[in-house]
Every structure is written in structure tokens, then in C-alpha cells.
């Protein structure tokens, strides 16, 4: 069966440090890859996307970058956070298009 | 890419039906309606999906109307463990890996 790990569960970093927030999957290959962050209260916001090694759109311009060096692994990082990046991240993977995609437990970030 | 709309709250009683509407007018002839939903400090769980039947799973049951400009999703007898947000989401199946964006969601209470 397919798994999806995400971590840290929360992170409390200071404001100007670095950033990185590992994805993995297992049990299936060449999965689609999503970062997502939500504000409190709000909407799922996605962030970035990946349909291969290499291959990352970004949805919305920001202070963050995502990086999938291999098939099954998403990395989130910033090199230099700000207040406003605080959120809860969430990771996803699909098959493909079309089908139904499956969440991490997310990483609640808190920018201080 | 589509868009739908829900309701921002619905409420209902524990043990009785929940019809959670979400109107989609701009859908076109490739896009799935999928279903999620999000219980607190999680990330989202998938429910449901159709494209022009209606549909049931172990979860709930999908309504698609007949021009599938709407859908319901229904959960037969709601539980304390339904409290959640609902998001009702359009994916194109002939489109790109970005097609899994979520609105504001209905946030459903279920009542003791």
C-alpha cells in the first residue's frame, strides 16, 4: 500500500533562518507532487507542484522553493524566513490526473 | 480552471442524514468532482469522487445532477467524527498535474 510521510509534525523557527520540510512516498513510483500551506482559518493555498524528477511549477510567487531531487521525495525550503511564512504545510501525491490524491499530516510551521 | 461554490457552515444533528450541496456551473465534460474533507490540525482526507453517475463508498454517497452543473454529497448518518471542513473540488482528467486546488469548504458541526 501506498504511504506518504511528511516531517516535522511542528517546527518553531526564527525569523531570517532557513528552511526545509522533507516529503516522501512510498509504494508507488512517478507519483504527481503537491506542497499546499494553509493560514489559520483559511484555505488550502497550493504552493507548488511536480510531475517528475526536476520538474517543479510554482503557483504563487513567494519566499519559498520546492525541490524533488528524487522520484518519490518533495523538498520545501526557504533560505530565509519570514513572519508571514508561518502556516501548517501539507504535502500530497496523486496517480495521476483525474484521480484522487492522498495528504501527509502536515508540518505546522511557526515563524517567531 | 472550474470553480465551485459551497456554503460556508451547514450544521446537523448526530445520527441524521447531511446533504452537503456545491454548485459547479462552469464545469466541463473532463472534470471529476471529488470530495475531501479536513478534521482539524489534519490534512485532507479523500471521500468521494464521479463524473456522471451518481456514486457510493463505504463514507458517503456522491449525487451528480443531470446536467452536473451541482452535486451533493451525502453522509448517511452523521457522527461527532464528521465535524470537519468539505471540500468539493474540480480535477480535469485531460488536464495538467495542477488541477487539484481547493476552495473555502462548507464546515460542517454535527450537533450532540
Known amino acids: 500500500s501506498q504511504t506518504i510521510h511528511q516531517w516535522p509534525a511542528t517546527l518553531v523557527q526564527p525569523v531570517g533562518s532557513p528552511l526545509s520540510l522533507e516529503c516522501t512516498v512510498e509504494g508507488t513510483s512517478n507519483p504527481n507532487l503537491y506542497w499546499y500551506r494553509q493560514a489559520a482559518g483559511r484555505g488550502l493555498q497550493l504552493l507548488f507542484y511536480s510531475v517528475g524528477i526536476g520538474q517543479i511549477s510554482s503557483e504563487v510567487p513567494q519566499n519559498l522553493s520546492a525541490s524533488r531531487p528524487q522520484d518519490r521525495q518533495f523538498i520545501l525550503s526557504s533560505k530565509k524566513l519570514l513572519l508571514s511564512d508561518s502556516g501548517f504545510y501539507l504535502c500530497a501525491w496523486g496517480r495521476g490526473i483525474g484521480t484522487e490524491a492522498f495528504f501527509g499530516q502536515g508540518t505546522r510551521l511557526t515563524v517567531v | 480552471d472550474a470553480k465551485t461554490t459551497q456554503p460556508n457552515s451547514m450544521e446537523s444533528n448526530e445520527e441524521e442524514p447531511v446533504h452537503l450541496p456545491c454548485n459547479h456551473s462552469t464545469i466541463s465534460g473532463t472534470d471529476y468532482i471529488h470530495w475531501y474533507r479536513q478534521l482539524p490540525s489534519q490534512g485532507p482526507e479523500y471521500v468521494i469522487h464521479g463524473l456522471t453517475s451518481n456514486v457510493n463508498n463505504r463514507m458517503a454517497s456522491l449525487a451528480i445532477a443531470e446536467d452536473r452543473k451541482s452535486s451533493t454529497l451525502i453522509l448517511h448518518r452523521a457522527t461527532l467524527r464528521d465535524a470537519a471542513v468539505y471540500y468539493c473540488?474540480?480535477?480535469?482528467?485531460?488536464?495538467?498535474?495542477?488541477?487539484?486546488?481547493f476552495g473555502s469548504g462548507t464546515q460542517l458541526t454535527v450537533l450532540p
Open positions: 473540488i474540480l480535477r480535469d482528467v485531460s488536464g495538467s498535474a495542477r488541477q487539484l486546488t
